[in-house]
């Protein structure tokens, strides 16, 4: 996926996480996949 390319290339893009805690549930490409599709949708609440 080219998001996921883009992420692996560029370390700074990334977000910083602490080595110890929560591991997240999904990725920060598909985070970023579902915030485009919301914003494509016309959903820019998160309420929706």
């Known amino acids: 996926m080219k998001i996921d390319d883009e992420l692996k290339t560029s370390p700074q893009l990334n977000r910083w996480r602490p ?14 996949t579902l915030a485009v599709m919301q914003s ?5 609440k998160e309420a929706r």
């Open 19 to 32: 080595t110890v805690g929560i591991t997240p549930k999904i990725t920060d490409a598909e985070l970023i």
């Open 40 to 44: 494509l949708l016309g959903y820019h």
